[in-house]
């Protein structure tokens, strides 16, 4: 199914099914959707395909599975495991898919269909003084469809879980061409199978993910954020457990970032500078948040008192206001570029359980510093949720081109020792085209065999973004 051709007559027909404006394949037009963000790939395609309605979205795949020709869908572009990238493949677009359905803040849920930003649903829930908690760095692209088909994380997924936690029904066009409406809107139902389980995480490999009714809750008006500073991630972890208890439901965010990252973000994001003199060799963002007046403020207080009585922080800059809060985050979610300046890095997405992040961390750098001398680790993220993004450099003066030819070494390390560790070479980014192969070497046959016969159910021809997933 990789770069096939597809015959002229499908191509004339896939246009006849959207209109004039509902279909391109001019070079200009095509370029952006065919370069992935760190423009590590570069795909190709017959026809871009830009479809108005579930309705025509499913003409199309009908189209597809009757002539077995393979589809990539696309949301916002911002993958970054090349799932979105085709290699022959038409492209079907979600990018007209725009509309907001309902929105009903008694049920508290929201109806929108895939092509909606993750910003314009943040803006759509304010409308209706409800969140909708979701929270990625890449939100003014990233849609609802790839969020819900990557079940992509984010920042505050300690308190409200992952996408897949978030969407409470959906309508997909199946392999097959048929609509499958699932927009229930009810917290409890059991009969039988859950298919939007199936569809959401799936890749694009189990059809169209059309619309989406989202769980939302309420605005929490309290907020506090701070940056600590700790002296291993093991005191990091201790803290977290100090934050569950003193602070219950209101911890929101727990990010790790290391004294390299800041080192990083501070020399090479304009503006943004080290909230701790002391330079620690680590620090953790910490953001509370309540629907009670003061709350957050008044909980972040008691956290910092209670870890520095215990010895588990060196220090603490509590940020004064929104606009401090808006650069301790900048520093944070601003790790990927800061690297950049830097030369290419191995990345890896994985997460452990939360006891053994600590010994990852310190295994696998002496690890790999023992096999390739001089690396420099740009370890982050998610620590409450035992999601790191562990980053590997080239020594410093090293060569890139050399760095990236020991790439595949360092990883399959890396890989190794999570696993052995009971967690998982990709925590929120997917497997698309980058880690499939990786992740068949780790899951069980039993569980690749399964997630096979479901997609030979479901898609017997294997049309959906053939290359992704087993
Ligand atoms: C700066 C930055 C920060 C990020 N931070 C995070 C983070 O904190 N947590 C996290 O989990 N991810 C993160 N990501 C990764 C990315 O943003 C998410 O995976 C996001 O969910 C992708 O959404 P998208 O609309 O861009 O999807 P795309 O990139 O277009 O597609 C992603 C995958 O979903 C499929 N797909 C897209 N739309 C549909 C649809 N409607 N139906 C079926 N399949 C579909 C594609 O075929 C592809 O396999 C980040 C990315 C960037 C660039």
């Known amino acids: 199914m990789m770069n096939q051709t597809v015959p002229p007559a499908v191509i004339a027909r896939l246009k006849r099914a959207v209109g004039d404006d509902g279909w391109s394949d001019d070079s200009e037009r095509l370029a952006p959707k065919l370069v992935e963000w760190r423009d590590r790939w570069r795909g190709n395609t017959p026809l871009l395909l830009l479809p108005r309605s579930t309705e025509e979205v499913a003409r199309l795949v009908t189209i597809c599975a009757e002539s077995g020709v393979a589809i990539t869908p696309q949301g916002g572009n911002t993958g970054l495991v090349g799932g979105q990238i085709p290699d022959g493949e038409v492209l079907l677009s979600t990018e007209r898919l725009r509309a907001v359905r309902d929105v009903d803040p008694a049920d508290n849920v ?33 849609t609802i469809g790839g969020v819900i088909s990557t079940n992509a994380g984010g ?11 978030l969407v409470i029904g959906l309508e997909a066009v199946l392999p097959s061409g048929e609509i499958w409406n699932g927009l229930r809107r009810l917290r409890k139902d059991n009969t039988g199978y859950d298919l939007k389980q199936w569809l959401i995480g799936a890749e694009g490999t189990l059809g169209v993910v059309t619309a989406a009714a989202l769980k939302l809750f309420p605005i929490l008006t309290s907020r506090a954020v701070a940056f600590v500073g700790v002296e291993s991630p093991k005191k990091a972890a201790e803290l977290l457990q100090v ?12 990010e790790l970032v290391s004294g390299f990252g800041m080192a990083l973000a501070t020399r090479h994001l304009p503006g943004l500078r080290n909230p701790l003199e002391n330079r620690p060799p680590w620090y953790v963002l910490v953001e509370l948040a309540s629907a ?3 709350a957050a403020e008044a909980g972040l207080e008691t956290l910092l008192g209670e870890a520095l009585a215990q010895g588990l922080i060196t220090d603490a800059a509590i940020a004064q206001n929104e606009a401090q809060a808006k650069a301790f985050w900048a520093i944070r979610e601003g790790q990927s570029a800061a690297q950049k300046p830097e030369g290419p890095a191995w990345k890896h997405d994985v997460s452990v359980p939360l006891s053994r992040v600590a010994s990852f961390l310190e295994q696998a750098t002496v690890a790999l510093r023992s096999r390739f001398p001089g690396v420099r680790v740009d370890a982050f993220g998610h620590m409450g949720d035992g999601n790191i993004h562990y980053d590997v450099l080239a020594p410093e ?19 190794d020792l999570v696993v052995s560790l009971g967690g998982s070479i990709s925590a929120e980014h997917g497997l698309g085209t980058m880690k499939t192969a990786e992740a068949a070497r780790y899951k069980s046959s039993v569980e690749i065999n399964a997630m096979r016969s479901v997609r030979a159910a ?13």
Do not use: C, W
Not at 243 to 254: C, H, L, N, P, R
């Open 292 to 294: 009670r007046a003061g």
């Open 397 to 415: 003066g090293g060569d890139p081109a050399q760095h990236m030819a020991d790439r595949e070494a360092g990883s399959r390390l890396v890989h």
């Open 243 to 254: 934050a569950k208890s003193t602070t219950g439901e209101d911890i929101e965010a727990f």
């Open 155 to 165: 920042t505050a997924v300690l308190r409200y879980g992952s996408a897949r936690g």
């Open 110 to 142: 929201m109806v929108l269909e895939a092509g909606v930003t993750l910003a314009q649903a943040h803006e759509t829930a304010l409308a209706v003084e409800r969140r909708f908690p979701l929270d990625l760095a890449s939100e003014g692209s990233a």
């Open 458 to 470: 479901l898609d017997p021809g294997r049309i959906m973004n053939p290359r992704v997933l087993f």
